[in-house]
């Protein structure tokens, strides 16, 4: 029976766990999510504090009520950052939830720009290895394009970054099993943008449209990154944090 560990409120842990479901695509899109008697009885809370949950989770547009059947799912305004894919990668053993997939455009070697040698932690001009792709939602409508860059000294153990094909684990996961690290943390950075000509055709929008850009450094237990990543998103996609407020600042 799943439990509540304090001293996080009650309501803020259930809604937790669903939104986690959500976002790694163990619910999708239209699924039920518990209703709030469920929920009072598999955690074990009061009435008052089950409807706290969905009410949190309709006031965050992850659901929507439907009469005659509940409270269901809905991801269409829902994007999935970085630290998302790394809880669907905990969750499922996926990078993607259902439906979703990615197209590998490119995949090869090439000189470590400034910017993402600074990054990776290494010198301008050493080998890295790049990656871009985009990634489409399950009826075929792209969601992001990105690019994702590895320090070149995992190229032996790693050779399918060379390979214009899914890695269905994900790059970092694969990175990390292949060198034998553990990924530990995630960082991210998020800034509005306008979309250049080569994201624009690729998300389907007008060339200077808002967009979302994301930088993301995946890190291991010693510090070292994994994967560095650079993304473009369509605007109007949520992106969800969580924060707790110690008292005594």
Request: glycine residues 10%.
């Amino acid at each position: 029976m799943p439990a509540v560990d304090r001293p996080e409120p009650p309501y803020l842990q259930i809604a937790g766990n669903i939104r986690d479901d959500i976002v790694s695509g163990r619910l999708k899109e239209g699924d039920a999510v518990p209703s709030a008697r469920e929920i009072a009885r598999n955690w074990n809370v009061a009435m008052a504090t089950a409807m706290k949950v969905l009410s949190t989770l309709r006031a965050e547009g992850l659901v929507r009520a439907v009469r005659g059947i509940g409270t269901v799912v809905q991801t269409r305004a829902l994007h999935r950052s970085a630290h998302d894919r790394t809880i669907s990668i905990a969750r499922t053993g996926k990078v993607y939830p259902p439906g979703h997939y990615a197209k590998i455009r490119e995949a090869g070697l090439m000189p470590a720009p400034d910017r993402v040698a600074g990054a990776l932690g290494i010198d301008e001009g050493a080998p890295v290895i790049r990656r871009r792709r985009t990634t489409y939602a399950a009826e075929g409508r792209p969601v992001s394009t990105s690019v994702s860059w590895f320090d070149g000294s995992v190229a032996s153990k790693a050779p399918l970054l060379f390979e214009p094909v899914r890695i269905v684990e994900g790059t970092v996961k694969y990175v990390a099993d292949r060198t034998g690290r553990v990924l530990t943390a995630t960082h991210s950075q998020h800034a509005a943008g306008l979309a250049g000509a080569e994201d624009a055709a690729e998300l389907g929008v007008a060339e200077g449209s808002a967009i979302l850009l994301s930088r993301n450094r995946f890190l291991s237990a010693e510090g070292d990154v994994l994967e560095y990543g650079e993304s473009a998103a369509l605007p109007d996609h949520w992106i969800f944090y969580e924060y707790n407020i110690e008292d005594g600042a």
